[in-house]
């Protein structure tokens, strides 16, 4: 298999990638963040995002999306939904397709910097000139056991062990020991995922149905995510099942994942899998909905009782943190 050096494109401008050892890990956040910081240092940033199209292929060879109104026209996936619409709402515009050698060319003419925002655990298709991974402690030991997630890790300029807030300290210093076993050079930020819910009297005392990203809990390999951790903290009554409810390519979902705890998995491949998520929702015996996707999912479904969001980003909780080290990255690059 053809590895990062025979396959990253050289961009005209810096580009800063951020991968990760496995989907859900809190890439996104990371890249939200970088772009705020470069955007408070008054430079133009453009995302590139790993590719997502579905369909015909060759009319997506080159997206770029800076506007809720391009998203509705493409009529994007709940998947690309959840990966552009937080970079759209934070100012920055993001590319996406299936021919990056285009797709860098025109991103190029517009920005000063290029965020790669990563996909799953894949690594760059451009060559960085800062590489940040993030890992992730509710994972431990993936890092080392993943394709092409060991791969990140020994690349690495920056780890950023994510999540430490919810995980167990035995698990974060796994995560640890493994990145200086590997990659001894890379500089650790330690960061939590702070999370908070929109309305958090909708599920206090409740029984509520849980909505997550959808390939973190399945590829992903996780049980639970922010929604979940959300309910619980904010006092959820009951997290309901939603196996009781439902129907058509959602079951299909829970029949191949059978390991996917006791939450609903936001499937929108297709229009067909986003009517079966709205049927299941609506037909779910629950008070109320969380959210726990990064997108407002009532914008694609319409949902037939109280729901609320959940929010989570990234908190640096040591020394080192992202502000440090992008102002000297500037000075590196003299962008």
């Known amino acids: 298999m053809l590895g990062p050096h025979a396959t990253m494109l050289r961009s005209s401008v810096p580009v800063i990638s951020v991968c990760a050892v496995r989907t859900g890990s809190g890439k996104t956040s990371v890249s939200r963040k970088l772009c705020q910081l470069l955007r408070l240092r008054n430079k133009n940033v453009v995302v ?11 009319q997506q060879a080159v997206q770029r999306y ?3 109104e391009n998203i509705d026209r493409m009529g994007c996936t709940i998947e690309e939904r959840e ?6 709402d934070a100012g920055c515009t993001v590319y996406a397709g299936v021919d990056y050698e285009k797709i860098l060319r025109q991103a190029e003419t517009e920005a000063d910097i290029i ?85 958090p009297e909708l599920i206090r005392g409740r029984r509520v149905l849980v909505v997550e990203d959808g390939p973190t809990v399945t590829h ?10 959300a309910a619980n903290k904010a006092g959820a009554k009951e997290i309901v099942d939603p196996r009781p409810f439902t129907t058509g390519t959602i079951s299909e979902t829970f029949r191949q994942y059978p390991d996917i705890g006791p939450l609903l ?9 986003i ?25 694609v479904i319409n949902i037939n009782k109280p729901a609320t969001r959940v929010r989570y980003g990234i908190k ?20």
């Not at 936001?266 to 899998?273: F, K, L, P, T």
């Open 275 to 299: 009517h079966d998520l709205e049927q299941t929702i609506n037909a779910a015996d629950c008070d109320a909905v969380v959210i726990g996707t990064p997108i407002d999912l009532t914008r």
């Open 220 to 229: 992903g390999g996780m049980e639970y995510g922010a929604g979940i951790i």
């Open 83 to 88: 990966e552009y619409e937080t970079h759209i």
């Open 48 to 58: 590139v995002r790993h590719p997502m199209p579905y369909g015909k292929l060759t």
């Open 316 to 335: 640096e909780i040591g020394d080192a943190n992202l502000e440090e080290v992008i102002d000297v990255f500037l000075e590196q690059v003299s962008v």
């Open 66 to 68: 800076s506007s809720y």
């Open 115 to 199: 965020v790669w925002d990563g996909g799953n655990n894949d690594f760059s298709f451009f060559k960085p000139d800062l590489n940040i991974v993030v890992a992730d402690p509710h994972r431990a030991g993936d890092e080392l056991t993943y394709y092409p997630s060991e791969i990140n890790l020994r690349m690495a300029d920056i780890v950023v062990i994510n999540k430490q807030d919810t995980a167990e300290l035995e698990k974060i210093e796994q995560v640890r020991r493994n990145i200086m076993t590997v990659n001894p050079d890379a500089k650790i930020i330690d960061s939590a995922a702070p999370i908070t819910v929109e309305h």
């Open 265 to 273: 998995p936001a499937m929108g491949y297709s229009d067909e899998q």
